[in-house]
């Protein structure tokens, strides 16, 4: 048993061993990947989509393969001008840690992107079909019309999140305001007759369906404008304590440097303004829901209060 040890030990240790360098990235594969990535984003140029994130997204890549690059010649000591440049470059940051696969994880983000882009694409497209569709068949589409509008703004702007949301709402008005018209379709088909003979009972219960309607449509704004609001503020911290992430890479760890520290920063920066400037209009809006549903409350107590007082008279 003692002699058959040594021999198990060598052998799970020759399979385990191209295991370990399984997950190592060549720079070969991390020059396709870039490849790859550059030919998404010019598919996506070619369909009219913006790009302007995955762009982003594939600088960062192309300086992460630059900077693997420039590692790999200072571990191998290599001399000559070009591991002079990269030992000027990279002076000061922890170049042990550097290799090729930090480039696909910038080169994943733009597949993940350019997957969604054209998925939202589809969705808004088929949108669009049932919007003409229901709007031949005289359903109300306003307001699916103006929140397709704001969608395609938002796809365009690259706001991924945003643009679904508002595809899920639009697809929900469109069906709402399809439900409200076959209500009434059935209503009318039933004859005339039918409708002279009871024409006061249908009245109530359109009125009372109305009602329902309004003030479910006005909690799902209500909510939906709450969910905003908390997503925009998650978002903004997010992205502060990214900003903090980002300096200490930088000032405290050296990791990275200041061409990607840069980008980031400007990236962060920019939509921490957005969030800034949409957020207090959000919340404005908020408190006009919240305000006309509270009065509008207060006219039904008052009326339902008034009414038990003249009965008790």
């Known amino acids: 048993m003692k002699k058959t040890l040594p021999l198990i030990v060598l052998l799970i240790s020759l399979i385990l061993l191209p295991l370990i360098h399984a997950e190592d990235v060549s720079k070969y594969e991390a020059q396709q990947t870039i490849k790859e990535a550059s030919d998404l984003i010019f598919e996506m140029e070619n369909e009219g989509l913006s790009i302007i994130a995955v762009k ?87 307001l699916a019309e103006e929140l397709l509008i704001q969608a395609n703004e938002e796809f365009i702007l690259e706001r991924y999140q945003q643009t679904s949301e508002l595809i899920e709402q639009i697809d929900n008005e469109l069906e709402l305001r399809r439900a409200e018209q076959t209500t009434l379709r059935v209503i009318v088909s039933s ?9 006061w009972e249908i009245l109530i219960v359109l009125l009372i369906l109305g009602i329902i309607i309004g ?39 050296g990791s990275i440097p200041g061409m990607v520290y840069n980008v980031r920063i400007e990236k962060y920066s920019e939509r921490l303004d ?39 008279r």
């Not at 890549?61 to 690059?69: F, G, M, T």
């Not at 008034?306 to 009965?311: A, G, L, R, V």
């Open 274 to 312: 957005e969030i800034n400037h949409t957020l207090p209009v959000k919340k404005a809006e908020l408190q006009r829901k919240l305000r006309r549903e509270k009065e509008t409350r207060s006219f039904f107590q008052f009326n339902k209060k008034k009414k038990i007082t003249k009965k008790n």
């Open 215 to 253: 003030f479910s449509w006005r909690k799902f704004i209500i909510k939906r404008l709450r969910s905003r609001i908390h997503h925009l503020k998650t978002e903004k911290e997010s992205l502060k304590e990214l900003i903090k992430k980002t300096q200490f890479q930088r000032f405290k760890e």
């Open 56 to 142: 982003d997204l594939l600088k960062e890549a192309e300086i992460a393969y630059e900077r693997a690059e420039f590692a790999e010649l200072i571990k191998k000591n290599i001399t000559g001008s070009l591991a002079e440049e990269a030992r000027k470059s990279l002076e000061g940051l922890n170049y042990v840690a550097f290799n090729y696969t930090d480039v696909l994880i910038y080169t994943k983000q733009i597949k993940e992107k350019r997957d969604t882009a054209f998925e939202l694409y589809d969705h808004l497209s088929a949108l669009e079909i049932k919007k003409n569709e229901y709007l031949s068949l005289n359903v109300d589409i306003t």
């Open 191 to 199: 004859g005339k007759n039918f409708f002279i003979k009871y024409w």
